[in-house]
């Protein structure tokens, strides 16, 4: 059952004009699939406006808190920021997955808890909020909820997820760990690889990066948020 938006507002400090486009960025496929002959229209072009100014503003605050790191090393910090398991840590700390409209049978296999779900429904808040005060409302919401992590996420990106996540399947006997490069794409100069991290025939993530060693470390980081989800 999804929680009253009323309820989010208040406790973000935050009045949407268009209550219309908060219900929107809540509204997952499913439900609209199931309520075919209703008004409601679903979150995923908002995910994509979300995406956008997120790494916009993201990109601003670490120019302007790191004035002397190089242009390679706010790129990977950015990475760490944007990158799916980072959005539902902020998801999950905001309680986002309660708010969701859920189809039935997603409802029914765990979607509010699914790690892409609210990642997406995040870059969907953001997309929302921009459209309904622009984006300076968008940087006082991050200012208040996620730039404070941004130098934890920084340590983070410096960690490797791939041995946090050994460490963790270890501990509770899980099983051997198998990563899969699935994918090239893009020119030469471009290349984007695409990684999957299996135990035994099930997939725990997916990760794409500009080498293979990064595409790993985003599956893992993937795998991770998957795994602490189901634990709690």
């Known amino acids: 059952m999804s929680g009253d938006l009323k309820q989010l507002q208040q406790k973000l400090h935050i009045q949407f004009n268009n209550r219309q486009l908060l219900k929107q960025a809540f509204t997952h496929a499913s439900y609209v699939n199931e309520h075919r002959f209703s008004q409601h229209q679903d979150n995923e072009r908002l995910e994509f406006l979300g995406d956008a100014v997120l790494e916009l503003t993201v990109s601003e605050q670490l120019y302007n808190q790191y004035p002397t790191r190089p242009e390679g090393e706010l790129t990977k910090l950015r990475a760490a920021i944007v990158c799916e398991p980072s959005l539902v840590k902020f998801a ?44 300076e409302a968008v940087r006082s919401f991050l200012e208040r909820h996620i730039f404070p992590q941004i130098a934890v996420q920084g340590k983070l990106q410096m960690s490797d997820y791939k041995t946090e996540l050994q460490e963790l399947t270890q501990q509770h006997n899980m099983g051997v760990l198998e990563y899969r490069i699935v994918e090239e794409r893009g020119p030469a100069h471009e290349r984007e690889f695409v990684a999957e991290v299996y135990m035994g025939s099930e997939r725990l993530g997916t990760g794409t990066g500009r080498s293979k060693k990064e595409a790993e470390q985003q599956a893992a980081a993937v795998a991770l948020s998957k795994l602490k989800l189901s634990e709690s």
């Open 92 to 135: 999950v700390g905001l309680d986002f997955g309660q708010y969701v409209l859920l189809g039935k049978g997603e409802e029914l296999t765990g979607g509010r808890t699914r790690p892409a779900l609210l990642a997406d429904v995040f870059e969907s808040f953001i997309g929302a909020l921009y459209l309904d005060q622009g984006l």
